[in-house]
């Protein structure tokens, strides 16, 4: 019987690395100049199905294959009933990210559906990271729990695994924190918002400095002022199904991100880059008002 739930295991496993095209692993290289010498100390991250390289390392970086993320995965789903619903990678495999749909929340037509997030690397640019992240279904925008407010990282060492081990141990901390996120989305959403929020969180989304007139053309480039225009038409969009208040005004923001920062898919710079830190920040600093 034992052997039979394995086999199952295997097959369930191999089936999710497919439908994600993260059924490939990485092998490790020894680095050589052009003349033979061999690098000390140094590795070379390879895919093994395209050759390609992932990443180039000290020889103590220890790789996560997918398959071992999806075991991982694997345990998580025995001990907490989620489904792995999408996964996928960006910069031909250097960096993993999947998603295990969690608990939803609905405030009037607004359904909120949330996810435990994993991300992973081979570039060395991320830990093995979990999180909860979040799609607003009115408008299909997103946000996540940008990667450098997760607390849930293992670094890329020899002991990792026993780490894993600690991570499947915390998973209902990670799942309590979505709950937390939940309430502060309906308390944003109970609560208005003045000209002077508006305004911090346009110069926040914008990097722009206090002492900058948000109102002077010549203060403001004909650029930035296209993007603010942007993520005003945006926002009025997102204020008009949710109403005046704070829920609202970060559902303007994340729309922005999602659809008008960049014509290109922005889900690697929200999951991975400063934008997603910059959305975690702006919703830390509004749930603070609240």
């Given at each position: 019987?034992c052997?039979?739930?394995?086999?199952?295991?295997?097959?369930r496993?191999k089936?999710l690395l497919?439908?994600?095209?993260?059924n490939w692993?990485?092998r490790?290289?020894s680095?050589?100049?052009e003349?033979?010498?061999?690098?000390?100390?140094k590795?070379?991250?390879v895919?093994?199905?395209t050759n390609?390289?992932?990443?180039?390392h000290?020889?103590?970086y220890?790789?996560?294959?997918?398959?071992e993320?999806f075991?991982?995965l694997?345990?998580?789903?025995?001990?907490t009933?989620?489904e792995?619903?999408?996964?996928g990678c960006?910069?031909e495999?250097r960096?993993?990210?999947v998603?295990?749909?969690?608990?939803?929340?609905?405030l009037g037509?607004?359904?909120?559906?949330g996810y435990l997030?994993?991300?992973n690397s081979?570039?060395?640019?991320?830990?093995l990271a979990?999180?909860p992240?979040?799609?607003?279904?009115?408008?299909m925008?997103?946000f996540?729990?940008a990667?450098?407010q997760?607390?849930?990282?293992?670094?890329?060492t020899?002991?990792?695994v026993?780490?894993i081990d600690?991570?499947?141990k915390?998973l209902?901390?990670?799942l309590?924190?979505e709950?937390i996120?939940?309430?502060?989305i309906t308390?944003?959403s109970e609560?208005?918002?003045?000209?002077?929020?508006?305004?911090?969180?346009?110069?926040q989304?914008?990097g722009?400095k206090?002492?900058?007139?948000?109102?002077d053309n010549d203060?403001i480039s004909t650029?930035?002022?296209?993007?603010?225009?942007r993520?005003?038409i945006?926002?009025?969009?997102?204020?008009q199904?949710k109403?005046?208040?704070?829920?609202?005004?970060?559902?303007?923001v994340t729309?922005?991100t999602?659809h008008s920062l960049t014509?290109?898919?922005n889900?690697?710079?929200?999951?991975?880059?400063?934008v997603?830190?910059?959305?975690?920040s702006?919703?830390?600093k509004l749930?603070?008002?609240?």
């Amino acid at each position: 019987k034992c052997h039979l739930n394995y086999l199952k295991m295997e097959e369930r496993i191999k089936n999710l690395l497919d439908q994600t095209n993260l059924n490939w692993n990485v092998r490790t290289e020894s680095i050589q100049t052009e003349s033979g010498i061999t690098i000390e100390d140094k590795i070379a991250l390879v895919r093994e199905d395209t050759n390609g390289i992932v990443g180039v390392h000290s020889d103590g970086y220890r790789p996560f294959q997918n398959q071992e993320l999806f075991e991982l995965l694997d345990k998580v789903s025995n001990m907490t009933g989620l489904e792995l619903t999408k996964g996928g990678c960006f910069k031909e495999g250097r960096r993993v990210y999947v998603q295990m749909k969690s608990a939803d929340l609905r405030l009037g037509n607004d359904l909120i559906k949330g996810y435990l997030t994993g991300i992973n690397s081979f570039d060395g640019s991320t830990s093995l990271a979990f999180g909860p992240s979040n799609v607003t279904i009115s408008c299909m925008n997103s946000f996540f729990a940008a990667f450098k407010q997760l607390n849930t990282k293992v670094r890329h060492t020899k002991n990792m695994v026993i780490r894993i081990d600690e991570i499947c141990k915390g998973l209902e901390g990670v799942l309590a924190q979505e709950q937390i996120m939940f309430g502060d989305i309906t308390r944003m959403s109970e609560t208005r918002f003045d000209d002077v929020i508006k305004e911090s969180v346009t110069r926040q989304l914008f990097g722009i400095k206090p002492e900058v007139d948000l109102y002077d053309n010549d203060a403001i480039s004909t650029n930035l002022r296209n993007k603010m225009s942007r993520f005003y038409i945006d926002l009025n969009g997102e204020l008009q199904g949710k109403g005046d208040n704070m829920w609202g005004l970060f559902s303007g923001v994340t729309k922005y991100t999602t659809h008008s920062l960049t014509k290109n898919d922005n889900t690697e710079v929200k999951m991975f880059g400063k934008v997603g830190v910059t959305e975690q920040s702006i919703f830390n600093k509004l749930v603070e008002l609240v």
